[in-house]
T-cell receptor, first 115, second 113 residues
Framework: EAAVTQSPRSKVAVTGGKVTLSCHQTNNHDYMYWYRQDTGHGLRLIHYSYVADSTEKGDIPDGYKASRPSQENFSLILELASLSQTAVYFC??????????????FGPGTRLTVL | GDSVTQTEGQVALSEEDFLTIHCNYSASGYPTLFWYVQYPGEGPQLLFRASRDKEKGSSRGFEATYDKGTTSFHLRKASVQESDSAVYYCALSAGFASALTFGSGTKVIPCLP
């Protein structure tokens, strides 16, 4: 049974439109993350959260917002989608008690295409 | 900031050949180093990790040794199989909240000998 799920699995959006990507985890983990994957760049951190109702900026936060309404749910919001945000987006969770040794558990990804 | 550099692009090799994917890192402090593997249509999953100098991580026939002197964590496997076809990512965690810094990924393509 998948512990990190994402919805939708794929989406086509129009330039300038609003997009919300959702993530749900059943691992009981405090930490959650959003990454984007682009060919040649690997995965890059957009936003993360270590507690409900609080989010932090990652390495490439421009053009993205995040929301953590509960321990289980973490959303990524593109208020004004742009062509450059076409990518695959991954959500992940980890157990904060393990510090830097913590394993991250990834969802299956959302393929976003902005036209 | 922290960074990871690994063998770029893809590596095509015959089944049963020896595989090496190079990984070098730059980080402040003492990072934990990871190898993640990603199969088509899935998210990355942990292969193994290491957190101390000279520590060897291993899983499914793959192994890597943490070398603080050369800032490296090269992935090796003695005999690659068709089932090893995937993208392999080297990554590190050194900061708050255990966020990962990934390399660019290396696609392994085993071919019939």
């Amino acid at each position: 049974e998948a512990a990190v799920t994402q919805s939708p699995r794929s989406k086509v959006a129009v330039t300038g439109g609003k997009v919300t990507l959702s993530c749900h985890q059943t691992n009981n983990h405090d930490y959650m993350y959003w990454y984007r994957q682009d060919t040649g760049h690997g995965l890059r951190l957009i936003h993360y959260s270590y507690v409900a109702d609080s989010t932090e900026k990652g390495d490439i936060p421009d053009g993205y917002k995040a929301s953590r309404p509960s321990q289980e749910n973490f959303s990524l919001i593109l208020e004004l989608a742009s062509l450059s945000q076409t990518a695959v987006y991954f959500c992940a969770s980890s157990d904060g008690d393990w510090g830097n040794y913590a394993e991250q558990f990834f969802g299956p990804g959302t393929r976003l295409t902005v036209l | 900031g922290d960074s990871v550099t690994q063998t770029e692009g893809q590596v095509a090799l015959s089944e049963e050949d020896f595989l090496t994917i190079h990984c070098n890192y730059s980080a402040s402090g003492y990072p934990t180093l990871f190898w993640y593997v990603q199969y088509p249509g899935e998210g990355p999953q942990l292969l193994f990790r290491a957190s101390r100098d000279k520590e060897k991580g291993s899983s499914r026939g793959f192994e890597a040794t943490y070398d603080k002197g050369t800032t490296s964590f090269h992935l090796r496997k003695a005999s690659v199989q068709e089932s090893d076809s995937a993208v392999y990512y080297c990554a590190l965690s050194a900061g708050f909240a255990s966020a990962l810094t990934f390399g660019s990924g290396t696609k392994v393509i085993p071919c019939l000998p």
